[in-house]
């Protein structure tokens, strides 16, 4: 793909569809990311024995679909517009109900509902995960965290995406023990994301929108090609994500959220 010229692989990219999370496209082009943990495998095992299952902010289903057998009740919420449908053509034929969500943080559920709450990149409305948890249910979450892929914000010249130090895994846990949940499991990285041609920098800030809220490669152009010949000499671009994972349980002795 750097064969390419630069305004050829900013064209593709440009054309290129961003439905649901599917990062597919980009294979090859863009390594890394991934932290030392496996959410997938922290998945299956907390859904061992589960009945009924709610899974966050979605996306196209994409993850979810791959951990099947899934539970005989699960959820999946999706609050971007887009991925409603993406979502419910993956996961209806698998039996999960696919509701949208609104941007408030309320989940669509009953009180005291499911047994297990998945959330992979997804919004952490902490007391409201509590609330659809039954006593001695558990949450599964990986997060993005605010210092992800600034790099790109500061070489293309943009505002931070997130004020730095925002969003962090003591944030997170703190939000979660705040809203009566048990933190059991937390880790924290920073793994290298490498970007092998601008046309993948183009197209992976297209599916992560907010990453750069008003980019556009006229606004941007001059950093754009800057980027462009360095990845040509160096052969990548590298900058840090930043994940972080965590469990946390309902207990099952009642204890109200602090503050309430």
Request: proline content about 9%.
């Amino acid at each position: 793909m750097v064969e390419s010229g630069y305004e050829e692989l900013v064209a593709a990219a440009m054309a290129a569809p961003v439905g649901g999370w599917d990062f597919g496209a980009l294979a090859g082009r863009v390594r890394g990311s991934d932290p030392s943990w496996s959410y997938q495998r922290a998945a299956r095992t907390r859904l061992a024995g589960a009945e009924r299952l709610l899974d966050i902010d979605t996306g196209g289903g994409e993850l979810l679909s791959g951990l099947g057998p899934l539970p005989r009740h699960t959820w999946a919420t999706e609050g971007w517009p887009p991925n409603l449908p993406v979502a419910r053509a993956r996961l209806e034929p698998l039996g999960v109900t696919v509701l949208p969500a609104p941007d408030s943080g309320i989940l669509p559920l009953p009180d005291a509902s499911v047994d297990v709450v998945l959330n992979r990149h997804g919004r952490l409305a902490a007391r409201e995960i509590r609330r659809v948890l039954r006593p001695g249910g558990t949450l599964l979450t990986q997060q993005v965290g605010s210092e992800d892929c600034a790099g790109l914000n500061d070489l293309l010249g943009a505002p931070p995406a997130h004020p730095p130090g925002s969003w962090t895994l003591d944030t997170a846990r703190s939000a979660l023990a705040d809203a009566g949940l048990e933190p059991v499991l937390a880790q924290e990285e920073y793994p290298v994301l490498s970007f092998h041609d601008i046309g993948a920098v183009v197209h992976h800030l297209r599916l992560v929108a907010w990453q750069i809220p008003d980019f556009g490669p006229a606004r941007y152009d001059a950093a754009l090609r800057r980027l462009d010949r360095g990845i040509r000499a160096e052969g990548r671009l590298d900058v840090r994500a930043h994940r972080f994972l965590i469990a946390a349980d309902r207990p099952r002795i009642p204890s109200a959220p602090r503050g309430a």
